[in-house]
């Protein structure tokens, strides 16, 4: 397995156009490729799986640590892995290095390629970057790419750059049309929604063979192998409802696998548009997503409302978080400040602001045992999230490494619903216990 990291000096550097150019031009070569989002971004890893077809994954140091990083990265690599760093190389968790690209990097023995989008700089760029391959012992990177950059930028450059950095220019992607991507609150409309997506990307393939040397970064690509890691699937034991469509659309890869190999079978349905949950389902796993958008459509779906909140009554083991945390409650506010009806399992109504909320990565710590978790471990997870909720739960602390903590979210025996987002193929054997919590219901109800 081949494997390369695309990273930059910071957000807005054109990365994942760059990365679903690469992909796109990789499989239009036939190459078996397949990608990956350093951190804990649900949106970039839409738009490489729309572009290759089959799932990106996560990679994420501080939600799975560095074993479960290399074991998703050897298991799921194909022959070609593409990564895609966040952020900048070296922003990690709170202010430090921590779960940084460079990071997941150093643990993968991945080379990095650094895209740079150049505006009214010169040699100074020179100094930047070598600013950036001096920061830190063994950087990894191997290369630069240019993107937003005029050819003749570019033959301007790449002499100038190569000898003060000592570092290949592998080539330029110009300024296109196909490449402006709108956003919203949370970062880049969704794959889904982007107009012409295929069309888009096919062009930008098609300039990335004209104008980047593809076979030069092949060759800055590493080429040592990981150790795939041997696990024998488990039978199936119980059958998990997982809410999936525009509303909710934020899960991970790899926590879905997790639930998949610890013998859940996981049956799809639309919060939005079906009128009643799956036959014969032992849990239920709602995730986040962007259910503040679809409020009067989730709404106007009472058959659904009410077979959530009947199945929730009735001690259906239920995973919920954020935008799943959300729809539970009895109202929830759509981008305009109109409160609908929701499933109303959950007293009180999701509303909006106007920044972030508890953003970030974040320890959760119980004080006692539940459906998911025991008492006195450090469950890592992460928030991002403009709505907040005027009954936030207080069954858990949930601590930062500023020293910042507050109390959120409702546990127990059957439940776990709360903003903060978890990842179920981390240390902790989350998918395991959740997977053990609906047999043990079925179990019960066949009884």
Request: glycine content about 10%; charged content about 25%.
């Amino acid at each position: 397995m081949k494997r390369i990291l695309f990273t930059a000096m910071h957000s807005g550097a054109g990365k994942t156009v760059a990365v679903c150019g690469f992909l796109a031009a990789m499989k239009q070569r036939g190459t078996d490729v397949r990608a990956f989002k350093c951190g804990p971004d649900y949106i970039d890893p839409m738009f490489h799986a729309r572009v290759l077809g089959v799932p990106s994954r996560n990679l994420d140091l501080f939600l799975q640590g560095e074993e479960k990083v290399r074991e998703s990265l050897a298991r799921n690599g194909g022959a070609l892995a593409v990564l895609e760093g966040a952020m900048g190389y070296y922003d990690g968790e709170a202010g430090t290095d921590r779960a940084s690209a460079w990071q997941v990097a150093r643990a993968t023995r991945t080379p990095a390629i650094l895209i740079v989008r150049p505006k009214g700089v010169g040699l100074t760029l020179a100094a930047q970057i070598k600013g950036v391959i001096g920061f830190r012992e063994e950087s990894g990177i191997a290369g630069i790419l240019l993107t937003d950059c005029k050819s003749s930028l570019h033959s301007y450059l790449k002499p100038l750059l190569e000898k003060e950095t000592g570092l290949p220019v592998v080539g330029y992607l110009p300024p296109m049309e196909e490449a402006k991507l709108e956003s919203r609150h949370l970062g880049l409309l969704t794959a889904g929604e982007v107009e012409d997506f295929a069309e888009r990307f096919r062009a930008i393939a098609a300039q990335m063979e004209e104008t980047v040397d593809l076979d030069r970064i092949l060759e800055l690509a590493a080429e040592d192998p990981l150790p795939v890691p041997e696990e024998a699937p488990k039978p199936r034991r119980c059958r998990i409802g997982v809410a999936k469509d525009e509303a909710f659309c934020f899960y991970y890869a790899d926590s879905l696998d997790a639930l998949t190999r610890a013998g859940a079978e996981l049956c799809y349905f639309s919060p939005t548009r079906d009128e009643a949950l799956p036959e014969g389902l032992s849990g239920l796993y709602l995730g986040g997503g962007y259910p503040e958008l679809y409020a009067k459509e989730l709404s106007e779906n009472v058959p659904m409302r009410r077979a959530v909140r009947a199945a929730i009554e009735a001690g259906v083991p239920t995973l919920a978080e954020c935008g799943g945390f959300l729809y539970l409650h009895e109202e929830l506010e759509d981008p305009e400040g109109k409160a609908y009806p929701a499933v109303g399992a959950v007293a009180g109504r999701g509303f909006g602001t106007k920044s972030l909320k508890r953003f970030g990565y974040a320890k959760l710590c119980p004080e006692a045992d539940s459906m998911l978790f025991r008492a006195g471990e450090e469950i890592p997870v992460h928030e991002f999230h403009y709505w907040d909720c005027t009954e936030n739960g207080d069954d858990l602390l949930v601590k930062k490494s500023s020293g910042r903590s507050w109390r959120c979210g409702l546990t127990g025996p059957a439940i776990y619903t709360a903003f903060p987002h978890l990842h179920l193929d981390g240390e902790a054997p989350l998918a395991e216990r959740f997977v053990s919590a609906c047999e043990n219901f079925e179990k019960e109800r066949g009884k």
